[in-house]
């Protein structure tokens, strides 16, 4: 399990990076979706992956005795999933924008030397 | 010392922002409303300061979880510091946005999501969790995307591009280095990973989580190679919010970078090097690049990017005396970083452009004005006993001290250059007479005595506490020292967090 998640990890973070070095703009943002989507992984990886374990001590020992399902590194990713919701909802909106202002897809297009601002 | 006091200045902000949004399209009310929640803040803010600087440091534990479960606020004297400062900063660019932002942006909500911003800043400066400093960081970039793009113009737009997509970035790789490091450690606690991280065996790997958090924030502050999304989009938005992200949000990267460079991971030889090496290519290439700017704007975000440099140089010395110095520089630039953007949007609302080529003559037409930007200016540029002069003499001995000769050469260049791209400022904009042209863009004169004054009072008040920073420079060195200390003696934090 822990094996298949690394190689989705790379292939994520991979694809993500390359898509952001594209010229497209709708490229440009699935590669940032996708490199999230990595770092959501990566930490629920980080977190060690453990199947029906619940971070529950028994009644009558003290401490946990074995490996056990991390909660935090859940709840991190629900954060981190909800913030990053935002920020691409945001970035649609600004490229749809952007779109109808330069009509065009193309990043180069976005190197007006701007003199009098 | 817990004291649940140090979480009102997030509050009040976010209190006046839901406020405003109930007063949606009442601009005059949200006038109001937001001025007063600036006052609030900064009476709030200086009562923080003044019962942390009493306390040391003090705590708060939410949800009452102890230290290393739940997240902890922490404010020691740099968060106190830090929030003082963007409670001044932001009620200056308040009282400017009263009359310098055009009503159609507060319709939009302008005043509110400032205050979400200032929310997220107070909030980044006060958290003692790492995974709560990126929540408040999202907070602020999030806030500040939409800052940017209010009003919808093409160069706007080809800024924010750049903005979002450079911030959206630097966020996943803070994520990405906040996963690997919780992987590490098992913990988020600022305090208990400067415990833990130094007991991990592989301090490779932390070097590459360290390397992977120096991304994330030199994306943020504008270090070295990541800094071009800078100038290519501060110049965009109207002054006043420009003033907000040039003077308060690279120094919050700034201020992420030296918590964790001082308390989690303190730099090894190699990050030193790093450091000091992306320190003194930032120095260069940001004096550089305002050398063949037109745009008086565009000068002030290279030199932004210039100035960054000197923090991160001293952050590589890593001694009492350069972070001494950093801290001073910090305390200094915010201010006069903030002020230098709300006077360009004063010189654009006398002549109509910030472009060098059409300005002049200010001087001859507005004297006193332009006495009150020559402080601002020779602050800048460090001209004793100003309030830049202080903390290079930190600097500069620091580097002397740790030989290097380098950085000694790169501060000293930097302040040279400086002055000279300010000098060539200063004579093109104040000195040359104006060009001739046929329209006259003076919106200045038109506007009634009171709203003059609401532009130009900020602008003085900054100016002020500029020489306040420079004439009472003992007190600021006092604070700045104090800081410092607590930065190499990392057990005065721990201690204080997880009360042991």
């Known amino acids: 399990m822990e094996l298949l998640l690394i190689f989705l990890i790379g292939l994520l973070y991979s694809s993500g990076i390359y898509l952001m ?4 703009m709708v490229k440009l943002l699935i590669g940032l979706v996708l490199l999230g989507n990595g770092a959501n992984i990566l930490i629920f990886l980080m977190g060690d992956i453990a199947k029906g374990r619940p971070p529950i001590i028994a009644a009558d020992a003290g401490v946990f005795t074995q490996m056990y399902a991390d909660p935090v590194p859940q709840s991190l990713i629900l954060t981190a999933i909800v913030i990053s919701f935002g920020l691409q909802a945001f970035a649609i909106i600004l490229l749809k924008r952007v779109y109808i202002i330069t009509g065009s897809d193309n990043l180069d297009t976005l190197n007006t030397h701007d003199l009098d601002i | 010392m817990t004291d649940n006091y140090l979480i009102l200045p997030i509050f009040s902000h976010l209190v006046t922002a839901v406020l405003l949004i109930f007063a949606w399209r009442h601009v005059n009310i949200q006038r109001f409303i937001s001025l007063c929640g600036h006052v609030f803040t900064l009476a709030l803010a200086l009562q923080l300061f003044n019962k942390t600087w009493k306390a040391g440091i003090l705590t708060m534990q939410a949800g009452g979880w102890k230290a290393p479960f739940g997240i902890t606020f922490v404010s020691d004297t740099f968060s106190a510091t830090l929030v003082v400062l963007t409670a001044i900063a932001g009620l200056a660019v308040g009282i400017f946005s009263v009359v310098g932002v055009s009503k159609a942006r507060m319709q939009f909500g302008y005043f509110a999501i400032s205050h979400f911003l200032l929310m997220g800043l107070n909030g980044a400066f006060l958290t003692g969790d790492i995974f709560n400093l990126y929540v408040w960081f999202e907070i602020v970039i999030i806030s500040s995307f939409v800052l940017m793009t209010l009003g919808g113009k093409k160069p706007q737009m080809e800024g924010a591009i750049k903005y979002v997509t450079m911030n959206m970035l630097a966020s996943t790789i803070f994520l990405t280095a906040i996963a690997i490091l919780y992987g590490l450690t098992g913990t988020l606690n600022m305090a208990d990973l400067s415990v833990k991280v130094a007991t991990i065996e592989k301090q490779e790997l932390v070097n590459v989580t360290a390397l992977l958090f120096f991304i994330g924030f030199g994306i943020k502050s504008a270090v070295f190679p990541l800094y071009f999304w800078l100038p290519s989009s501060y110049h965009t938005p109207p002054a006043a919010i420009a003033a907000t992200f040039g003077g308060l949000l690279t120094k919050m990267g700034i201020y992420a970078m030296l918590r964790t460079f001082t308390l989690i991971f303190i730099p090894d030889p190699f990050m030193q090097n790093v450091l000091i090496t992306c ?22 975000s290279y030199l932004i ?3 960054i440099g000197y923090l991160i140089g001293g952050l590589g010395l890593h001694s009492q005396v350069a972070l001494t110095g950093v801290i001073f520089y910090l305390i200094h630039d915010i201010v006069i970083k903030t002020n230098l953007f709300l006077s360009s949007g004063l010189i654009h609302k006398i002549r109509g452009s910030t472009d060098i080529r059409r300005l002049g003559g200010l001087y001859a037409d507005y004297p006193k004005l332009s006495l009150l930007m020559a402080i601002i200016f020779f602050s800048l540029v460090g001209i004793p006993p100003l309030s830049g002069f202080w903390p290079k003499i930190d600097l500069f001995k620091a580097s002397l001290d740790a030989n290097a000769y380098v950085l000694l050469a790169a501060y000293i260049m930097a302040s040279f250059f400086t002055l ?3 000098a060539k400022m200063w004579s093109e904009v104040f000195w040359k007479p104006l060009p001739k042209r046929v329209e006259d863009l003076n919106d200045f004169d038109k506007l009634p005595f009171f709203k003059q004054a609401m532009l130009v009072f900020p602008v003085i008040g900054l100016a002020l506490v500029s020489l306040y920073i420079g004439l009472g420079a003992e007190k600021i060195y006092t604070i700045s020292e104090r800081i410092a200390a607590n930065m190499i003696d990392t057990d005065y934090y721990i201690r204080a967090v997880l009360k042991k």
């Open chain 2, 279 to 300: 320190a003194i290519l930032t120095m260069f290439t940001g004096a550089m690049g305002a050398l063949n700017k037109t745009s008086i704007r565009r000068m002030f």
């Open chain 2, 420 to 422: 000279y791209i300010i």
């Open chain 2, 305 to 307: 990017v210039c100035h």
């Open chain 1, 21 to 24: 070095l594209r010229k497209s």
